[in-house]
């Protein structure tokens, strides 16, 4: 069993499996056309080599229409080896699984199961947690569970006047998940100025700060660190953590070295902040640094 902490490594496994596999059996709540983009050659080379898939959809979560379509075409271009169903849940249920198994030629099968969605957030950009299964017992008890609902009373064919029907009511979906979306983000705007502590900096210039975890795209000697300078601010490494008054913790990952800087900050009640505030600090000063800069004086 391995754990992948990282979207990026979901998606190499999910394309490494892809490319040895006879036969994969996925079930997924949620599949947009730009997360199918990301698998989708490497599923029509499998068919093209003589291979077998078969799809459950769930349509819970508003799976993209054109994403379903797209999944259809690759049905009817090899429709002996490839199968996709949509989950008509019960009232009282959501079809919620994320699970990608795999039968190999030669050797034990695969299971990949997690939270990631066949969505480019899932598989790019969210934060998500994913394991690969080798144990076969393991395996067969997920492969167990996706025959019984792919063979089930609630797995249905897809036809085009089915897909009509759904694409204008996912029109209908959309346009009010994104009027909630606005909504949630105006709440969260104001969550976020109700829960903002007086003893977190609200800018550079004279404050001290301690990193750690990444932020893509500032490297940190090469421009962070200069960047804070730049302003009057102070850097302090591990050393001097201590003496910093907040620690910055980068989205990027670090592992057990960030952990052991996270527990030192709290042990010391030093404040933790997400790179996101930093960049608001980092914002606020550079506003109130040009508000402040002298006029430049004109010859007469």
């Known amino acids: 069993m391995r754990a992948f902490l990282s979207e990026a490594d979901t ?26 983009h990301l698998i989708e050659e490497g599923l029509e080379q499998l068919l093209t080599r003589g291979g077998e898939i078969e799809v459950l959809v769930g349509t819970d979560m508003a799976t993209d229409p054109e994403a379903i379509e797209a999944l259809l075409k ?4 090899y429709a002996d080896r490839m ?5 008509a849940s019960g009232s009282s249920q959501i079809f919620h699984p994320k699970v990608w198994i795999f039968s190999f030629r030669s050797g034990p099968g695969a299971a990949i199961v997690g939270s990631s969605n066949l969505t480019l957030g899932g ?46 009511l996912w029109k209908q979906q959309r346009a009010a998940r ?31 700060f301690a990193f750690t975890g ?11 660190y200069p960047t804070i300078e730049q302003y009057g601010g102070m850097v302090k490494e591990f050393e001097g953590l201590s003496k910093a008054e907040c620690l910055v913790h980068g989205d990027i990952r670090g592992g ?28 606020n000063e550079k506003h109130l640094s040009k508000r402040k800069r002298p006029a430049r004086l004109t010859r007469r």
Not at 11 to 36: D, F, P, V, Y
Not at 130 to 138: C, E, I, Q
Not at 214 to 224: E, K, N, Q, T
């Open 214 to 224: 990444r932020i893509a795209d500032w490297p940190r000697v090469s421009m962070l």
């Open 83 to 87: 199968t996709i169903r949509r989950f």
């Open 256 to 283: 057990t070295r960030t952990t052991r800087k996270l527990r030192t900050a709290r042990r010391n009640g030093i404040d933790i902040i997400s790179e996101s505030d930093f960049f608001r600090i980092l914002d």
């Open 178 to 208: 994104m009027k909630l979306d606005r909504l949630q983000t105006k709440a969260k705007v104001i969550r976020m100025r109700r829960a903002v502590r007086t003893t977190v900096p609200t800018r550079l210039r004279n404050h001290s």
């Open 123 to 168: 598989l790019n950009s969210n934060l998500e947690a994913n394991v690969l299964v080798t144990d076969r017992g393991v395996v067969s008890e997920l492969e167990g569970f996706f025959d019984e609902l792919f063979e089930g009373g609630r797995a249905k064919h897809i036809d085009t006047m089915w897909l009509d029907s759904y694409r204008d």
């Open 11 to 36: 998606l190499s496994e999910i394309g490494n499996c892809c490319r040895k596999a006879k036969r994969i059996r996925t079930a997924l709540a949620l599949i947009t056309q730009s997360g199918l």
């Open 74 to 77: 690759l049905q009817e271009q």
